[in-house]
């Protein structure tokens, strides 16, 4: 086996981005200096733009787009703990607990009103053609007790 096998990727890049600078800087003692000035300032200028990338690549953003927002955790941040990964899930969480709350708080109420009309049918003395009328549940919605 070879060297650059044993190599993972990270540390070949930095392999080759170390040659590759070796070589500019050995070619970079022949130019005029007016020209490797100019160099310099581009070199400056690239090295802050990249700074400033890095940082505004880590920063939780919220992008609001109409009457909706978004909370943008970053590409594949690493350094994202556990407490902000769970802290991004407790609003899906409570909005989960909330609906299936809003749901078993209906069947309950459908439940009872189902009951309450048989307990009015089972109790009351009606003649056989009440129960037959389409109104009849909307009949005894109505009647007060």
């Known amino acids: 086996m070879t060297n650059n096998q044993l190599q993972t ?33 581009a070199r400056v200028q690239a090295v802050s733009r990249r700074k400033l990338v890095a940082e505004i690549r880590y920063a939780p953003a919220v992008s609001m787009s109409g009457g909706a927002a978004a909370l943008n955790l970053g590409d594949g941040d690493q350094r994202q703990s556990l407490w902000n990964r769970i802290a991004s899930a407790l609003p899906l969480i409570a909005l989960a607990a909330g609906l299936i709350l809003i749901h078993s708080i209906e069947n309950d109420r459908r439940a009872s009103e189902v009951a309450e009309v048989d307990a009015a049918l089972l109790s009351d003395d009606l003649p056989p053609a009440a129960y037959a009328d389409p109104g009849f549940i909307q009949f005894l919605k109505t009647v007060e007790r």
């Open 9 to 41: 990727p990270a540390q070949l890049q930095e392999s080759f981005g170390r040659h590759v600078a070796a070589r500019l800087a050995a070619g970079a003692a022949e130019l005029p200096y007016d020209l490797s000035e100019r160099l310099r300032a």
